[in-house]
Each structure stands twice: as structure tokens, then as C-alpha cells.
């Protein structure tokens, strides 16, 4: 039988959405094994190029594989916190931009830029929806998240190139996402970097055209 979503669904799907954080702040609690892995069941069900499904998901356990990415980490927001300057800068200096040391999982999620599967339909011209199917699966896995209580940060001030290095992967292979998962610290409606006065957010109006 083919579901109803009814105004009700519509509605609690909306502040799933809106509740959707990237979390920096996590409790130490640990996440059970199966609970990841029905998140990564549902990610699994995103859509994908030419049915591709180009996503690698690695779990990183290994204490030092993490601590070079929470290394890389580091010098990427020194960096960071030095291109910028006055006020821009002051702000970005306190901002948390990662729960690198606090979170109980860590996943890197990869493309598969040599898979066969899908036989390359889609790809003839635009090949980037291979990572494009990628980004999907990892939306797909910070809602489920989010409705399982488990919160999720996407770290991208990082060496993609280091990182991809340290885990050892294979070369067909291109990071996307580094991401952190658990319970999280706090709750906020809003986003951390509009609460911190970094950005406001823009509305759909000012974003949508007709041509």
C-alpha cells in the first residue's frame, strides 16, 4: 500500500528540518554500534546518479587515525582564523567549528570515483553528481540522526588530502564528508554561526528567481 503523508507528517518533517543541527557539542555517552547502523541503512536508500551509489562510509576507530584528523584539524583552522581579520576575525576565534575530541563516532564518507555500478548513466556530462549522490546520503543520514536523537557535525576545515591519507583507503576513493555523531550537549533552534553573529540566515524569496 502506498503511504499517506498527511498535513500532520508535513508538518513534524518541517521542524525535523528545522531542528537539523550541525552539532559541535557532544556528550561522552557512547552511541551503540547498531543504532549507526541503522542510520547508515536508511543513508543507504538516498538517491544516486544512474543508481550509483558511489558513498563509502568508514568508520574511524583507531585513536591515532583520529588524532591526525583532529591534527589536521588544527592547522586548517590556524589558517583559517588567519585570513580573516577585525571584528570577522574576533568572531570566527570563538566559534566551535568541531567535536572532533568530544564525539563517540566518527565516519568518513567517501565516493567511489572507479565504481561500475550504475555504468556511468548520468555522469556523461556532469560527473560531479557522483559527489552530488554523496552529499545526498550524508543529508539523508544527519535527518535520521536527527530523529533518533543523535546529533552529527560536518567537519570540512581539514586536509581532505591528509585525511584520505591517514585512513588508508583506496585511490579510486575521494573524501566528501568527515563527520561527527552523538548524543548531543545541547539543543538550539537556531544555527550556531547566526546565534554567534557570523551569518543570518536568507529566505527563499530572495533566492528564487523566474526566467
Known amino acids: 500500500m502506498t503511504p499517506t ?3 500532520a507528517f508535513r508538518a513534524k518533517f518541517r521542524d525535523l528540518v528545522l531542528w537539523r543541527r550541525d552539532v559541535r557539542r557532544f556528550k561522552s ?3 551503540a554500534p547498531e543504532r549507526i547502523d541503522a ?16 558513498w563509502r562510509f568508514v568508520h574511524v576507530v ?14 586548517a583552522n590556524e589558517k583559517a582564523l588567519a585570513g580573516y581579520a577585525g571584528e570577522k576575525q574576533a568572531i570566527y576565534a570563538g566559534l566551535k567549528l568541531a567535536g572532533l575530541k568530544e564525539a563517540p563516532v ?14 556511468g548513466l548520468g555522469q556523461q556530462t556532469m560527473p560531479e553528481t557522483l559527489h552530488y549522490s554523496v552529499v545526498a546520503a550524508v543529508q539523508t543520514l544527519w535527518l535520521a540522526a ?11 576545515i581539514l586536509d581532505p588530502v591528509a ?10 576513493w575521494s573524501l566528501v564528508a568527515y563527520l561527527c555523531l552523538g548524543v548531543p550537549a545541547e539543543e538550539h533552534l537556531d544555527p550556531e554561526l547566526e546565534r ?4 543570518s540566515r536568507t529566505n527563499a524569496q530572495a533566492v528564487t528567481f523566474t526566467r
Open 62 to 75: 583507531s585513536p591515532d587515525r583520529r588524532a591526525a584528523v583532529v591534527a589536521s584539524f588544527t592547522d
Open 39 to 54: 542510520l547508515l541503512e536508511v543513508a543507504s536508500h538516498a538517491p544516486s546518479v544512474g543508481l550509483s551509489q558511489p
Open 5 to 7: 503523508f498527511d498535513a
Open 146 to 156: 536527527r530523529a533518533d536523537g543523535i546529533g552529527m557535525g560536518w567537519v570540512s
Open 196 to 199: 554567534h553573529h557570523w551569518e
Open 163 to 172: 585525511v584520505t591519507r591517514v585512513l588508508d583507503v583506496p585511490s579510486g
Open 29 to 31: 555517552d557512547p552511541v
Open 106 to 119: 566518527h565516519l568518513a564518507i567517501f565516493s567511489d570515483d572507479a565504481t561500475h555500478t550504475g555504468s
